[in-house]
């Protein structure tokens, strides 16, 4: 993931960068993005523990 990010921030100047984040702020506004960010975050974390319980699933129908 972190390899990911970098790979697409390499493709940025730091002008865009500030640019996607002054536009993403107008959007969302500054009190809306720390909402949206925990959000996202617990979607992540319900993703990584439904593919860790199917990898389980699969592990133990192979037994």
């Given at each position: 993931?972190l390899?990911?990010?970098?790979v697409?921030l390499?493709?940025?100047?730091?002008?865009?960068i500030v640019i996607?984040?002054?536009?993403?702020?107008?959007?969302f506004?500054?009190k809306k993005i720390p909402?949206?960010?925990?959000g996202?975050?617990?979607?992540?974390?319900?993703?990584?523990?439904?593919?860790?319980?199917?990898?389980?699933d699969q592990?133990?129908?192979?037994?």
């Open positions: 993931m390899l990911l990010v970098s697409i390499g493709m940025f100047g730091p002008w865009e996607i984040v002054l536009v993403v702020i107008l959007i506004g500054g909402e949206l960010m925990r996202l975050g617990q979607g992540m974390k319900e993703f990584k523990n439904a593919t860790k319980e199917e990898k389980e592990d133990t129908e192979k037994k």
